[in-house]
């Protein structure tokens, strides 16, 4: 299999949530995932878009949806979105009972209103 730069299929996930949001205190809308150190960051839409600010701070260019039934892939360098790629280290998803928005016990009422669009 040829290698893709800044996809590294051997690496698992970074947790159930998103890394930075966990560690905060905070909530997420989506999660992404970081296709070449595995870091699980919440999506633009989310209040805090730690996926985005990952990229940016690492220049690891490609995330995958860390969504269940949900296997795009983002790169940012191309602005493009793929509907496929390689199969990364599982799981390729949060947990199924985790909430969306979650997590449960930390996502406010008024949720919507913290959205990015
Ligand atoms: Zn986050
Ligand atoms: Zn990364």
Redesign the pocket.
């Known amino acids: 299999m040829s290698e893709i730069p800044g996809v590294d299929p051997s690496v698992a996930p970074s947790g159930p949530g998103c890394a930075e949001c966990d560690a905060a205190g905070g909530w997420w809308f989506h999660l992404r995932r970081?296709a070449?150190?595995?870091?699980v960051g919440c999506c633009d839409s989310s209040p805090a878009q730690h996926a985005s600010h990952?990229?940016k701070d690492?220049g690891?260019p490609v995330i995958q949806s860390f969504e269940p039934h949900e296997s795009w892939f983002w790169s940012y360098p191309d602005n493009q979105l793929y509907e496929r790629g390689p199969e990364l280290a599982a799981p390729d998803h949060h947990p199924l009972d985790q909430t969306t928005p979650g997590p449960e016990d930390r996502v406010p009422a008024d949720w919507q209103s913290h959205l990015h669009y």
């Open positions: 970081c070449q150190c595995g870091h990952h990229a690492t690891h």
